[in-house]
């Protein structure tokens, strides 16, 4: 996602983690909140609403959706920061996780 909603949605996980998020902003980079996904029931609270071009219709997808078990310990949150250099619009690629 751009910068700018990247460090708009790294702000609501530093509210939820008490600012314990470790969020990289390197190409592809991504946040780490350091307990398990379980302990974060509020990531459910947030959630992205994503319009369809020329429609009025959308769809709401809660930022839960993006959480991942890490392999060692903690909660990935699986939303790629994409930098203007690397990508020049405002680009959110979804299913990037599943890759």
Known sequence: MPPAVFTEV????????ETAVDC???LNGFCTLP?????????TNYYFKFNFTNAD?????PLATFATEAAS???EIMLTYLNQTE?????????????
């Open 57 to 61: 219709d959308y769809i709401r997808v």
């Open 10 to 17: 790294e702000a609501y996980l530093e509210d939820i983690t």
């Open 73 to 75: 310990e903690g909660c």
């Open 87 to 99: 990508y020049a619009d405002a680009s959110v690629i979804l299913g990037g996780m599943f890759i």
């Open 24 to 26: 990289d902003t390197s």
């Open 35 to 43: 307990k398990n996904c379980s302990a974060y029931s509020q990531l």
